[in-house]
């Protein structure tokens, strides 16, 4: 099993910024990459960013690129999102994932645990 926290989420005005956290414990070893996730009210969860382990292999969702950065610690088994340039459109619960999967690794239905999630509002 693999337990992931997030952290940092909050209310920010557009054109700010937050930096997300994850941190993820127990078998860690099991997983391939990890990625953020959000879901807005009366939509669908969708990719944010996601990263691999080994490698720090990136992919963005195409609402986020050039805003949003990802990265990890692999010795704090941590990843981090800085989210920049926020706009009312980025409020959203933000989720952690991790997932086993090495192919298509930033495809949500393959990820296999999920933190808690956090909540970040942006107002215009």
């Known amino acids: 099993q693999v337990q992931l926290v997030e952290s940092g989420g909050g209310l920010v005005q557009a054109g700010g910024s937050l930096r997300l956290s994850c941190a993820a414990s127990g078998r860690t070893s099991d997983t391939y990459a990890m990625g953020w996730f959000r879901q807005a009210p009366g939509k669908e969860r969708e990719v944010v960013a996601a990263i691999t382990w080994s490698s720090g292999t990136t992919y963005y969702g195409n609402s986020v690129k050039g805003r949003f950065t990802i990265s990890r610690d692999n010795a704090k088994n941590t990843i981090y999102l800085q989210m920049n340039s926020l706009e009312p459109e980025d409020t959203a619960d933000y989720y952690c994932?991790?997932?086993?999967?090495?192919?298509?690794?930033?495809?949500?239905?393959?990820?296999?645990?999920w933190g808690q999630g956090t909540q970040v509002t942006v107002s215009s």
């Open positions: 994932g991790a997932t086993k999967y090495s192919s298509v690794w930033y495809d949500e239905g393959l990820y296999d645990y």
